[in-house]
């Protein structure tokens, strides 16, 4: 029977997502849902756009055709076992010790932040070491120390970091560090007392790039110190994720970062990371915004560098939404109901005392959700509101056959965009699978 | 059609583990 005369009872799963692999005449179909995904000749794509497939019985024993009541029934499945694995999640737990920063980046998604001047105490450590170990105590966990930079010269910063350090360890809790990098060679040692868990530095492109983009305060470059402090790291068995935040100022030296890690043997060692950081407007328009990619844009230039240096992909693998994931491990994820870990997996804790869902909200007035010193209080409400967001709770999901890969993004960045925290922010879903699943599986050659 | 998933009995890889692959630390939700 046709696809036709069977749709009474069997219909096109509507978590099917198709497209054309870039570069190729075949297409891919995919369900996260039912974890299938399938290349196709044009002929056989073209029959299923038409809706005029003949032989059903593939697509049905793949789960792309199927029972209405039965979708129902997997999704709701997929979603229990959703939350499960959510509540068995290790939490990450940001602290913030101050916003202050040695760097001036031009792109600082913090500089409109207003600053509270008072010291980070040992009172305040303490608080927070008490809050977390009690608000947390049934979770693993690990905390991560975010800025500002955290890593700062000087006397008020290095005793207060060490004393996190060592309190962490103590309670054997690892720790990261989101660093510029430029101190890290001198902190090596005090990181050296705690279990690193990974460091995470900044690099924007070559030594010419980088200078012109992430400098001190006073316009000094910062190359060399931050690859003496990612040696240093290495070389103490540090893990080390290497971020590259990229817009079309720097893009274009990318290939030639890539060659410089891997001179530097960087690549070679297991211990090493990195990851490509996209320039965008988190929460405030910045001044030259033309040089900005949008995901998708920012994905067809990465498409294009790997096509022009196949070296790059030593260096960088990029995701493709979840080309990479299914090329690695031969399967595709659990369908993801959610993508933001705020209030969740994740949580932000400054020097302030107040209690904030995730990187992106955390010293944004406004976004607390709480306090751990002096007082200790929740804002039940709001914290319960971050909590049921996904794509459950979502209207603009309920109608999208991308749910579950997009898992509708960033609560922040939707937020800011439409005033609601319950609303999504798309990912770019079909494009990227349209480069990834060419990149990873050959140009999709059957 | 020709599918992508290895036949292999592996265990079921999280929506977690895959963002952790993106992004082990941050950038991986809010972009």
Request: charge should be negative.
């Amino acid at each position: 029977m046709g696809v036709k005369g069977d749709l009474l009872m069997h219909r096109f799963s509507r978590y099917n997502i198709m497209g054309k692999i870039r570069d190729s005449e075949n297409y891919f179909l995919m369900n996260p849902l039912t974890k299938s995904a399938d290349i196709l000749a044009p002929d056989k794509a073209q029959e299923i756009i038409n809706k005029t497939y003949a032989d059903t019985d593939e697509l049905s024993a793949k789960g792309y055709i199927l029972d209405q009541a039965e979708e129902e029934r997997l999704y709701k499945l997929r979603y229990l076992d959703f939350l499960e694995e959510r509540d068995s999640n290790e939490v990450q737990i940001f602290f913030v010790p101050w916003y202050e920063c040695n760097f001036s980046c031009s792109y600082c998604y913090q500089e409109g932040y207003s600053r509270e001047h008072k010291p980070l105490t040992e009172e305040v450590i303490n608080a927070f070491f008490d809050y977390i170990t009690r608000e947390f105590a049934d979770k693993k966990k690990y905390i991560t120390l975010f800025g500002g930079e955290p890593l700062l010269a000087g006397s008020g910063a290095r005793p207060r970091i060490q004393q996190i350090v060592t309190q962490a360890a103590e309670r054997g809790i690892a720790i990261a560090i989101v660093t510029n990098g430029y101190n890290l060679y001198d902190y090596l040692e005090v990181l050296s007392r705690g279990v690193i868990r990974e460091i995470q530095v900044t690099l924007d492109g070559t030594r010419p790039k980088h200078d012109g983009r992430r400098f001190l305060k006073n316009g000094a470059p910062t190359f060399d110190r931050i690859v003496a402090g990612i040696d240093g790291a290495l070389e103490r068995h540090f893990p080390v994720n290497l971020r590259m935040v990229v817009d079309r100022d720097n893009i274009d030296d990318l290939p030639g970062l890539a060659a410089f890690a891997i001179d530097r043997g960087w690549t070679k060692n297991p211990l090493f990371k990195t990851q490509i950081g996209r320039n965008y407007e988190l929460h405030r328009c910045q001044a030259d915004n033309k040089r900005l990619f949008d995901r998708a844009g920012l994905y067809e230039k990465l498409y294009r560098i790997i096509q022009e240096h196949p070296h790059f992909l030593e260096f960088h693998r990029p995701s493709f939404s979840v080309s990479r994931f299914l090329f690695d491990n031969g399967e595709l994820p659990l369908p993801l109901f959610d993508s933001c870990p705020g209030c969740k997996s994740e949580w932000a804790f400054d020097y302030t005392g107040r209690i904030y869902p995730c990187t992106a909200t955390v010293g944004k007035e406004g976004e607390e959700v709480g306090s751990f010193y002096p007082e200790v209080y929740k804002r039940d409400d709001i914290i319960r509101e971050w909590e049921s967001r996904d794509v459950t709770s979502i209207p603009e999901c309920a109608g999208c056959g991308m749910q579950l890969v997009c898992g509708g993004g960033c609560g922040s960045v939707a937020k800011n965009r439409t005033g609601k925290l319950h609303s999504p922010d798309c990912r770019p879903v079909q494009p990227l699978l349209e480069m990834g699943i060419s990149l990873y599986f050959n140009k999709g050659k059957i | 059609m020709n599918t992508l998933i290895r036949q292999k009995s592996a265990e079921n890889h999280t929506a977690a583990q895959c963002c952790a692959k993106i992004s082990s630390i941050i950038a991986g939700c809010h972009d």
